[in-house]
């Protein structure tokens, strides 16, 4: 007891410290040319990237490749680098990402997360509204409301991604991979996967569904 909430406090402060790491970096890169010209060669680069998450980031097929549009560009710097690693496994995007340096992903990032997501259309009205209560309130097993921490609507905010407007295949899978994966090297993904344990089977279809509707 006493050392699971040792374990948690660490992961509060680490939580702290990486916001504040984030804070830097958005000050840094606001309102300068830097900014308009890293987006600028952003676009140069991001055909490579269109035939599957779309030009606009927007994917090119809601079955297959997650949006990037609107996603912060510190968390798709990030996950470029863990596919890169192998910390985040996936055969195509390590071959992808591995020809990419350090500024080309800035580049990238700035401009995908400058692009509008736009949602999903609803297939479920029933299912979603199901979602939307796991969203606001939390799971039946105690998990925390999803807003908590990604926002009111899912934008994402500092370190924690958006959601909103991720195609629903797309989501289930990664609920399911934080859910079963032994362990992880980056403790971001240790914090969602102390959320993703707590999420049945039926509430990730749910929460899922919803998300995708979400703009
Ligand atoms: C051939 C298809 C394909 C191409 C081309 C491609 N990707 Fe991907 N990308 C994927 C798939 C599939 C995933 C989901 C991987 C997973 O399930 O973990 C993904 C995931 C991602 C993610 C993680 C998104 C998230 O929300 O966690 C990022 C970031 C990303 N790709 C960036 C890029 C960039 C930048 C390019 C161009 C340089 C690119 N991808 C080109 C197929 C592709
Ligand atoms: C305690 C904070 C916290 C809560 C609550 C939380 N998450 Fe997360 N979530 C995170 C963090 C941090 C990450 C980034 C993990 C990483 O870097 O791999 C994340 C990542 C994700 C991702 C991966 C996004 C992507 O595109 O790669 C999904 C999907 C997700 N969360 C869904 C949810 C859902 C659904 C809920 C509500 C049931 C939820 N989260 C609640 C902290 C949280």
Redesign the pocket.
């Known amino acids: 007891m006493k050392l699971k909430f040792i374990d948690r406090f660490l992961s509060i402060v680490f939580l702290i410290y990486m916001l504040s790491l984030q804070s830097i970096t958005v000050a840094a890169a606001t309102g300068t040319d830097d900014n308009a010209a890293q987006i600028k060669r952003g676009a140069q680069?991001?055909p490579?990237?269109?035939?599957?998450?779309g030009p606009d980031g927007n994917t090119a097929n809601a079955e297959?490749?997650?949006?990037?549009a609107g996603?912060s560009p510190d968390?798709?710097v990030l996950?470029?680098g863990n596919?890169k690693s192998g910390e985040?496994?996936?055969d195509?995007?390590k071959g992808?990402?591995g020809s990419?340096q350090l500024s080309?992903?800035r580049a990238?990032?700035a401009y995908?997360g400058a692009q509008k997501a736009k949602r999903q259309p609803s297939v479920d009205a029933p299912l979603e509204a199901k979602g939307r209560s796991i969203f606001t309130k939390g799971s039946s097993a105690g998990a925390p409301a999803c807003l908590t921490c990604h926002g009111a609507q899912g934008q994402g905010q500092a370190a924690f991604?958006?959601i909103a407007s991720?195609p629903a295949k797309?989501t289930m899978?990664?609920l399911r991979?934080y859910r079963d994966a032994i362990k992880f090297n980056n403790p971001l993904a240790s914090e969602m996967k102390a959320v993703a344990v707590k999420i049945n089977q039926d509430e990730m279809s749910a929460v899922s569904a919803y998300l995708a509707t979400l703009q």
């Open positions: 680069l991001s490579s990237c269109g035939a599957c998450h297959l490749y997650p949006n990037l996603q968390y798709i996950q470029l596919f985040r496994p996936n195509l995007m992808i990402s990419l080309d992903m990238l990032g995908f991604p958006r991720q797309y899978e990664q991979v």
